[in-house]
């Protein structure tokens, strides 16, 4: 039967060829669109991540109170052990050191006199370690607007707005002025090798970013770190293994006695980001539900129709002598074949498209200019997100939808009377 039932679908494509199609789409639809659902939320909590806190974030206890004076006075010391052994404890992330500076940056002129000067927020990352991927996950490749990447530790990247306010160009030397980890008064010079624009609102409108062995030369810290940044190596946030894995670091490893012991915070605990990931979260239940749903009246209602079509099919089968129950197996397992098939169809093109995506990107650099002048954080690029589930959402309008509009319309055969039958089958 299940033979049988087949080639009538492949030799009538007026029943299956249409209704394969729609459902392919409508699946492809599905599927794509919860994947690029996931991909902007993501995008927008990786920003944060990337610029501030990690999917995980390991600092001092001292320092997590007091982070945004950004402390180095309180910063992790012996960080090159702590990472190998954060490594080796959680190889679900990769780890890397931080140094987090601010203070003033003066530009000479051509006697040494200060001819410009600037509060400036100073980044020091991991430009040299071999594998690291700070490069990658800032863009730096796409946001260099002059210049190259640091290549030596007094090598120095600024952004585009701190290079125009101040007047300096490529290849000058500026000099930062602060204080060292110890609080004593620190000068250090700066080659600037490059300029950056993360277009970012105002986040990077004084940004200065170095090697981290540069920050540490600067500051008087060596194989110190203000934080040790912890992310998905998909880069991929998930909150809910992300707090899991704190709240096991914090149980084994730090003392609530003392100050300096390591103290890990998942990226919800950071800044009132808490609520933004909640957000986040129930926007990608309530929109893809809404969108789940309405895939599923569609569906719904063209299974519907189409056995409401098949009346008059049906109605010959009854009277040559089809049993009601046979006929309205066999229009359900055509649904569900046809269902299955569409499905699988859709699922793969959407998958495809998912993941072009999640490589490439949607370039909305032009629309976010508008934004340039704004203090929100936002990505330039948004990417989708290929997940476990998108393997299996598309069988629910799919499948789930088509059966069900089938099987409603297929009520009605039980209720055919013979009398009306042929009465029907004389017209």
Do not use: C
């Not at 991927?133 to 796409?142: F, G, K």
């Not at 089938?406 to 029907?424: S, V």
């Amino acid at each position: 039967m299940i033979t049988f039932l087949t080639k009538g679908l492949i030799r009538d494509r007026t029943r299956s060829f249409f209704p394969v199609i729609v459902i392919s789409l409508t699946v492809a639809i599905v599927v794509f669109g919860s994947g690029f659902m996931r991909g902007v939320m993501n995008s927008m909590l990786l920003d944060t991540a990337v610029i501030l806190s990690g999917h995980e974030k390991v600092v001092t206890r001292a320092y997590s109170e007091e982070s945004q004076l950004m402390p180095n006075d309180l910063a992790l010391l012996g960080s090159n052990e702590l990472i190998k052994r954060l490594e080796i404890e959680y190889p679900e992330f990769f780890w890397t050191p931080r140094i987090l500076f601010a203070g003033l940056l003066d530009v000479p002129d051509q006697n040494g006199e200060t001819k410009a000067q600037s509060p400036v927020i100073a980044t020091g990352i991991d430009f040299f370690s071999n594998g690291s991927r700070q490069v990658e996950i800032w863009e730096l490749d796409r946001n260099i607007v002059e210049g190259v990447l640091p290549k030596l530790e007094n090598e120095a990247m600024i952004s585009s707005k701190l290079a125009n306010q101040l007047g300096v160009s490529v290849g000058e030397k500026v000099t930062f002025i602060g204080s060292t980890m110890d609080n004593a008064f620190s000068t250090y010079n700066f080659d600037i090798v490059g300029t950056f624009n993360l277009r970012k609102g105002q986040t990077d409108k004084q940004m200065m970013l170095v090697d981290i062995s540069g920050a540490r030369n600067a500051l008087d810290m060596d194989n110190a770190a203000s934080t040790i940044l912890g992310f998905y190596h998909d880069l991929y946030y998930d909150d809910k293994k992300a707090v899991d894995f704190r709240s096991k670091f914090n149980t084994l490893n730090s003392d609530s006695s003392d100050i300096f012991s390591p103290f890990m915070l998942a990226l919800r605990d950071d800044n009132q980001m808490s609520t933004i990931v909640d957000f986040s979260n129930a926007m990608l239940i309530i929109m893809g539900g809404i969108f789940l749903l309405i895939v599923m009246v569609v569906l719904w209602n063209m299974g519907l129709m189409n056995g409401l079509r098949r009346y008059g099919e049906v109605g010959l089968r009854l009277a040559i002598g089809e049993p009601k129950g046979h006929v309205y197996r066999s229009l359900v397992f055509e649904a569900f074949l046809i269902g299955f098939i569409g499905t699988i169809i859709g699922t793969v093109i959407g998958l495809g498209l998912t993941y072009y995506v999640q490589e490439n990107g949607i370039d909305y650099t032009k629309g976010m200019e508008a934004l340039t002048n704004s203090s929100i954080i936002m990505p330039n690029i948004f990417y989708a997100q290929v997940t476990t589930d998108l393997f299996y959402i598309g069988f629910f309008p799919g499948v789930f939808a088509t059966v069900l509009g089938t099987m409603l319309a297929g009520i009605a055969i039980y209720k055919r009377e013979m009398a009306q039958l042929f009465k029907d089958l004389e017209s």
